[in-house]
C-alpha cells in the first residue's frame, strides 16, 4: 500500500499545477473554471438534517426547482441515510423511494446534472442506465460493494471518491490515525489507482468530513486541505450542517446555517471546486464573495 502510495504522489505531483478542471457529463465536458454548488435531496425520513429530507415525491420536486433557481448547478440525490449509526438498506429499497422521483426529475429537467448518492453498484447502474444519472457519489470508496468498481469503470460515469473507513454505525470507532493526513491521502491514493487501472479517470475527490473522523480531525483536515489538490481532479466538500459545525458551536444542524457558510468559505479560499450543502443561496452568495476577493 505505501509503495502504491508512493507512485501516486509521485505521479499526481507532475500535474498538480495543471489540476483536472473538467467532467465528462451527458457526453460532453463539463468545465469547472469556477465553483459550484450541489444540492442535497434526501428521499428517506432518517438523514440528520430534516430540512434535506422526505419520502413525498411532490415535496422533493419543489424542494429541487428552488435549488435549481438559486443557482445549484448538480442535484445530489440520496435514498439512504448515511448518518453516523444509519443501517444500509438493499438495492430493491433504494429503488423502491427513487423511481418515481427520477422518473418525473427527467421530464422536468432533462439537461440536470444528477448525482446519485449510493453505496451499491446495482443501485448505480440501475440508475444511469433508466434514469441517466450523470455522477455517482459513494460515501464508502468502494468499501459496502466489491463490484461498485467494476461498475463505474464500465459505466464509464464520473465517481466521487470519498474517504471513509466503515459502515455508518461502526465508523465513529474507526477515527484512529496515527498520521491523519498521511494515511487519509494514502487510503484515498490506494483506491484512486484501482479506479485508474481499471480504466476510470474521471474523478471527484471527496477528503469525506464526518466519515471516521472525530472533530479536531476535520478541522485539521480544512486547515490542510491544499493537500488534495495532489490528486489532480476537482475537490469536492461536504460539510454543510454537519456535527463538526453544531458540536463546536454547542448548538445542532438546525442552527448551523452560518457556521456552514464560514467553513464554506474557508474550503473555496483553499480550492474547493464543488460544494455539496443543503443550502444553495448562501453557498452560492459565498462563491461570489470569494470570487470578489480574487479579482
Given at each position: 500500500?505505501?509503495?502504491?502510495?508512493?507512485?501516486?504522489?509521485?505521479k499526481?505531483k507532475?500535474?498538480?499545477?495543471?489540476?483536472?478542471?473538467?467532467?465528462?457529463?451527458?457526453?460532453?465536458?463539463?468545465?469547472?473554471?469556477?465553483?459550484?454548488?450541489?444540492?442535497?435531496?434526501?428521499?428517506?425520513?432518517?438523514?440528520?438534517?430534516?430540512?434535506?429530507?422526505s419520502?413525498c415525491?411532490?415535496?422533493?420536486?419543489?424542494?429541487?426547482?428552488?435549488?435549481?433557481s438559486?443557482?445549484?448547478?448538480?442535484?445530489?440525490?440520496?435514498?439512504?441515510?448515511?448518518?453516523?449509526?444509519?443501517?444500509?438498506?438493499?438495492?430493491?429499497?433504494?429503488?423502491?423511494?427513487?423511481?418515481?422521483?427520477?422518473?418525473?426529475?427527467?421530464?422536468?429537467?432533462?439537461?440536470?446534472?444528477?448525482?446519485?448518492?449510493?453505496?451499491?453498484?446495482?443501485?448505480?447502474?440501475?440508475?444511469?442506465?433508466?434514469?441517466?444519472?450523470?455522477?455517482?457519489?459513494?460515501?464508502?470508496?468502494?468499501?459496502?460493494d466489491?463490484?461498485m468498481?467494476?461498475?463505474?469503470?464500465?459505466?464509464?460515469?464520473?465517481?466521487?471518491?470519498?474517504?471513509?473507513?466503515?459502515?455508518p454505525?461502526?465508523?465513529?470507532?474507526?477515527?484512529?490515525?496515527?498520521?491523519?493526513?498521511?494515511?487519509?491521502?494514502?487510503?484515498?491514493?490506494?483506491?484512486?489507482?484501482?479506479?485508474r487501472?481499471?480504466?476510470?479517470?474521471?474523478?471527484?475527490?471527496?477528503?469525506?468530513?464526518?466519515?471516521?473522523?472525530?472533530?479536531?480531525?476535520?478541522?485539521?483536515?480544512?486547515?490542510?486541505?491544499?493537500?488534495f489538490?495532489?490528486?489532480?481532479?476537482?475537490?469536492?466538500?461536504?460539510?454543510?450542517?454537519?456535527?463538526?459545525?453544531?458540536?463546536?458551536?454547542e448548538?445542532?444542524?438546525?442552527?448551523?446555517?452560518?457556521?456552514?457558510?464560514?467553513l464554506?468559505?474557508?474550503?473555496?479560499m483553499?480550492?474547493?471546486?464543488?460544494?455539496?450543502?443543503?443550502?444553495?443561496?448562501?453557498?452560492?452568495?459565498c462563491?461570489?464573495?470569494?470570487?470578489?476577493?480574487?479579482?
Amino acid at each position: 500500500m505505501q509503495k502504491k502510495f508512493l507512485m501516486e504522489i509521485n505521479k499526481v505531483k507532475d500535474i498538480q499545477f495543471n489540476k483536472k478542471k473538467t467532467l465528462k457529463i451527458f457526453g460532453n465536458i463539463t468545465h469547472l473554471e469556477r465553483p459550484v454548488v450541489m444540492g442535497i435531496v434526501n428521499v428517506n425520513d432518517d438523514s440528520f438534517y430534516e430540512g434535506s429530507r422526505s419520502n413525498c415525491t411532490s415535496v422533493n420536486l419543489n424542494h429541487i426547482e428552488n435549488m435549481v433557481s438559486e443557482g445549484a448547478a448538480i442535484i445530489d440525490i440520496g435514498a439512504a441515510s448515511t448518518r453516523p449509526g444509519a443501517e444500509l438498506i438493499t438495492f430493491q429499497e433504494e429503488k423502491e423511494r427513487l423511481n418515481e422521483l427520477l422518473v418525473r426529475l427527467r421530464i422536468a429537467y432533462p439537461r440536470l446534472i444528477l448525482s446519485l448518492d449510493t453505496y451499491n453498484s446495482n443501485t448505480a447502474k440501475w440508475a444511469v442506465e433508466v434514469h441517466n444519472i450523470n455522477i455517482i457519489n459513494d460515501i464508502s470508496m468502494g468499501l459496502f460493494d466489491d463490484q461498485m468498481f467494476s461498475t463505474v469503470a464500465k459505466l464509464k460515469v464520473p465517481y466521487v471518491l470519498m474517504h471513509n473507513r466503515g459502515i455508518p454505525s461502526e465508523m465513529n470507532q474507526k477515527a484512529q490515525y496515527h498520521h491523519l493526513m498521511k494515511e487519509v491521502l494514502s487510503e484515498i491514493s490506494e483506491k484512486a489507482y484501482h479506479l485508474r487501472e481499471m480504466g476510470l479517470s474521471d474523478m471527484i475527490i471527496d477528503p469525506g468530513f464526518g466519515f471516521a473522523k472525530n472533530i479536531t480531525q476535520n478541522y485539521e483536515l480544512l486547515k490542510q486541505l491544499e493537500f488534495f489538490h495532489l490528486f489532480g481532479h476537482p475537490l469536492m466538500i461536504g460539510i454543510s450542517r454537519k456535527s463538526m459545525v453544531y458540536k463546536l458551536l454547542e448548538s445542532n444542524a438546525s442552527e448551523s446555517l452560518n457556521g456552514s457558510s464560514i467553513l464554506h468559505t474557508i474550503a473555496l479560499m483553499k480550492g474547493a471546486d464543488i460544494l455539496r450543502v443543503h443550502d444553495v443561496k448562501e453557498a452560492m452568495e459565498c462563491i461570489k464573495i470569494c470570487e470578489q476577493m480574487e479579482q
